[in-house]
């Protein structure tokens, strides 16, 4: 099956900073790449995804690329705010929902400090 | 849209006893389902993919007679956690992928058995 690795597992930056979360993945038959903000005693809200035809994909602040020659995926964070403080996770499927599983990485604990 | 409402937010049981919780699609009708547990500090882990009208697919190692799950329509899903002990005291989540939204995850349901 499937297995994401997420690195690193805690991160701490400075207000204003940028931030960059990295995934690598194992099966090659995965083409969607979500990643969600998990704050705490909350579920996870994703907050961008990426599919394998596209090798970038930006919404304000927020970024992710994917190579997928070399199966993996970066988040980049850019401008961080307090309010982007909480654990990151990664996740790999073979196909946009369905009844495919989603296999999530180990998280990243973000926190961004005044 | 593609919201997915997960009740309760909390329970506290006593040990030997039962607790269900619910999962409900709110403007979509779900097939699939599926059920994590998550632990504190950890990454979501799927327990089971719950099938509408079908038994449910359990992850290896998780004990589907002890975690009931029956998905009878296309938007309510409920996880029964069954003679609960300490150690079952956990962050359960449930989540569903409509189609062309990815996957959308309920608020969590935090279980304390004493």
């Known amino acids: 099956g499937e297995n994401v690795e997420q690195h690193p597992s805690t991160l701490s930056v400075q207000e204003g900073d940028s931030a960059v979360i990295k995934c690598t993945y194992s099966?090659?038959?995965?083409?969607?790449f979500p990643w969600y903000k998990q704050e705490l005693g909350k579920g996870p809200q994703l907050i961008i995804d990426i599919r394998s035809n596209v090798g970038e994909k930006k919404d304000q602040r927020i970024a992710v690329t994917l190579n997928k020659t070399a199966k993996h995926f970066s988040l980049h964070i850019t401008e961080t705010q307090p309010e982007d403080s909480a654990v990151y996770f990664c996740?790999?499927?073979?196909?946009?929902?369905?009844?495919?599983?989603?296999?999530f990485g180990t998280g990243t604990q973000l926190k961004v400090e005044l | 849209g593609a919201v997915v409402s997960q009740h309760p937010s909390w329970v506290i049981c006593k040990s030997g006893t039962s607790v269900k919780i619910e999962c409900r699609s709110l403007d979509f009708q779900a097939t699939t389902m599926f059920w994590y547990r998550q632990f504190p500090k950890q990454s979501l882990m799927l327990m089971a993919t719950?099938?509408?009208?079908?038994?449910?697919?359990?992850e290896q190692g998780v004990e589907k007679d002890k975690f009931l799950i029956n998905h009878a329509s296309l938007t309510l899903s409920t996880l029964t956690v069954t003679s609960a002990h300490p150690e079952d005291s956990s962050f359960y989540i449930c989540?569903?992928?409509?189609?062309?939204?990815?996957?959308?995850f309920g608020s969590g349901t935090r279980l304390t058995v004493v």
């Open positions: 719950s099938n509408e009208g079908s038994k449910a697919t359990y």
């Open positions: 099966d090659s038959a995965s083409n969607y």
């Open positions: 989540s569903a992928a409509p189609s062309g939204y990815g996957y959308t």
């Open positions: 996740a790999a499927s073979p196909i946009t929902g369905g009844g495919n599983k989603l296999t």
